[in-house]
């Protein structure tokens, strides 16, 4: 069986000292629930690492690249002929 993939960006987000891991995992449900909602079939979560690159300025002056992680959500729907 052949599939559609589609793959959205997942960062929970909670205040300093006022948040909790349950809040994260229910933003996450509410991201898997829209999507299931529209047809995609929850498949797999997947951290990714972006490299950000300086800007050329601010490679003259020496910095260096920084590094981004967060989470790719992916959801998957049967191909129909």
């Known amino acids: 069986m052949q599939y559609q ?11 300093m000292g006022k948040g909790s891991a349950q ?8 991201l898997i629930d829209q999507f299931v909602g529209e047809g995609w079939e929850y498949y797999r979560i997947d951290p990714v690492q972006i490299e950000v690159r300086p800007g050329c300025l ?13 989470d790719q959500v992916i959801f998957r729907r049967p191909v129909t002929a």
Do not use: D, H
Request: charged residues 15%; hydrophobic residues 50%.
């Open 58 to 70: 601010a490679s003259l002056f020496g910095a260096q690249a920084s590094y981004i992680n967060f």
């Open 5 to 15: 993939y589609k793959v959205v960006p997942f960062i929970g987000r909670i205040k």
């Open 23 to 30: 809040e994260v995992a229910e933003q996450l449900q509410a």
